[in-house]
Structure formats: structure tokens, C-alpha cells
């Protein structure tokens, strides 16, 4: 079966065991049947005070003791349910953590084993509730139920059906009992599977929040003074070749006018040619 999340680097065992490939949720299983062992071996010693401090306690929870939230599936006695539970755990909680890979499965697994305490620490105050124990196999059933709703399971049924049986009767004996606590747990594990397994897929979009923006807490950009537009003065346009003719001119006629001085004397000008000559050499003291 083509699988589209094997690219995922993440999605390979965490160690191997003698050949044997280990998966997180064989270490979960590891750790919730040490915690069983541990439980037998406070009850038949009569250390039942120690155990507790472990069950979750929304009361509780609610005066501080805020660890009841994380530690109320550490208190496990044996029973066959139990065990099932754990088979449950390796066998489909193996195979969404191969498809999702080991962090989306950490997050799956946590949202499942959290939202419960969570939602009854909200509403603890209304509905105050306690227990211990619950591995939340049923939850990663869904999950695998919705990652393969063909692939046949129990009875050879498909799991899909298998998992829809299985919540639906479940829901029925907690509405039949009037236990609140059990049909809000229920839903809320199964719910979240389904809902997380679906996102993964990608089947599911959360809605965008968008944040009203406050106009104190913007920084408000600080005025910067301009300085004022230059003014372009519009000069007169001088035609760079008239002042090249008249100098060319002016030169020449002091030049005949100095050979003529230099022939004759400066008694030979006439005032007209002593008039030019002297606004020649008014003009060329002005250039210069």
C-alpha cells in the first residue's frame, strides 16, 4: 500500500532489541507495565497511601496538586483489560507512528493522554471527576481506523466500521449508566485521533485567528523634518559662441590699432580709433 508520509526522516525505529526493531510505542508499553508491577507490589505491601498522590483529582488539581494531571495512567492493577490495552498500543500505535513518524506520534499520544485531565480541570468547578489508569488504546485504534478504514481487522471487518461499532457501543453503555465522566473522556480521545489524524492528512484546516490590532501597543513612527525643495533659478541661456566672436573681434581691431600706433605714433589715431581703443581695453580688464 503506497504510503505518502515515508519521506518523513523520523519514522524509523528508535533502537534495535537483538534484531527486533523498537518503536515508541513500545516504550510506552514498557512504561505503563512497570507502572503496573509497581502498583502490585504497593498493594500487596499495603502502601495503597503512596498510590494516592498519583490519581487524577480535579478537585485536587484545582488546589495545586497540578502532577495528578500527568501521573493518574501510572496507577495500574493488573487485569486482563489491561492487557489488552498494551496489545492494542504495540500493534496500532506501532503503525501510526510509522506512518506519521516518531514526533506526530509523540503529539498524537500526548494529546490523548492530556486532553482528558485538561477538560475536567476546566470544568471541575461544575464537574468534578477522578480517576486512574487509561493507556488510551481505544484512541489510537481510531487513529489507525482512519489512516486504513479498508484494511480488515476483527471478524474481518473493516477497521473503520470497527472503530464506528466500538465508540457507538461505548457511548451507549456510558449514556445508558448516566456516567458523564466516561462518555466526555471517551469523546474527547476518540475525538481528538480522529481529528488529529485528519490534519495530518490534510483533510482538516484550522481556522486562521487573527488578532484585532491595538493601536497603543503599535510604536508609532517618528516624524522626520524635510528639508525644503530647492528652488532651480532659471539663468539666462548664454550662447557659449557670441562671446567667442566678439573677443575675436575686439582683438583684431586693437591689434590694427597698436601696428598702426607702432608704425605712426599715437598721434596718427584719429578719437574715433582712440574711442575704440580705449572701450577695447575697458572691455578685455573687464574679462579679465
Do not use: C
Request: charged share 20%.
Amino acid at each position: 500500500m503506497f504510503n505518502p508520509y515515508e519521506s518523513r526522516d523520523d519514522h524509523q525505529p528508535v533502537t534495535w532489541l537483538r534484531g527486533y526493531p523498537v518503536f515508541t510505542a513500545h516504550l510506552i508499553v514498557a512504561v505503563f507495565v512497570a507502572s503496573m508491577l509497581v502498583t502490585t507490589l504497593f498493594n500487596g505491601l499495603g502502601l495503597t497511601a503512596l498510590l494516592g498522590w498519583l490519581p487524577f483529582n480535579s478537585t485536587a488539581v484545582l488546589h495545586g496538586e497540578v502532577w495528578r494531571i500527568v501521573t493518574y495512567g501510572f496507577v495500574n492493577p493488573p487485569s486482563l483489560s489491561f492487557v489488552v490495552d498494551m496489545f492494542m498500543i504495540v500493534w496500532f500505535g506501532r503503525e501510526a507512528e510509522r506512518v506519521f513518524g516518531r514526533r506526530s506520534f509523540l503529539s498524537l499520544y500526548a494529546g490523548v493522554y492530556l486532553v482528558t485531565p485538561l477538560i475536567f480541570t476546566a470544568v471541575g468547578t461544575w464537574l468534578p471527576a477522578s480517576w486512574s489508569g487509561g493507556a488510551g488504546a481505544l484512541a489510537l485504534f481510531v487513529a489507525f481506523a482512519a489512516i486504513y478504514p479498508e484494511i480488515p481487522t476483527f471478524f474481518n471487518l473493516k477497521a473503520g466500521w470497527v472503530a464506528a461499532i466500538l465508540v457507538g457501543l461505548y457511548s451507549l453503555m456510558a449514556l445508558g449508566a448516566r456516567d458523564w465522566s466516561h462518555l466526555i473522556m471517551l469523546w474527547a480521545t476518540t475525538g481528538w485521533a480522529f481529528a488529529f489524524v485528519r490534519w495530518k492528512q490534510g483533510r482538516l484546516n484550522l481556522p486562521a485567528i487573527r488578532w484585532p490590532k491595538i493601536s497603543l501597543w503599535q510604536k508609532k513612527p517618528q516624524l522626520r523634518v524635510l528639508p525644503d525643495p530647492v528652488r532651480k533659478v532659471e539663468s539666462k541661456r548664454v550662447d557659449p559662441v557670441r562671446p567667442r566672436v566678439l573677443d575675436q573681434t575686439a582683438t583684431s581691431e586693437v591689434d590694427a590699432l597698436l601696428d598702426k600706433i607702432a608704425q605712426s605714433g599715437i598721434g596718427s589715431l584719429t578719437e574715433k580709433e582712440r574711442a575704440r581703443l580705449e572701450s577695447a581695453r575697458a572691455e578685455l580688464l573687464k574679462k579679465r
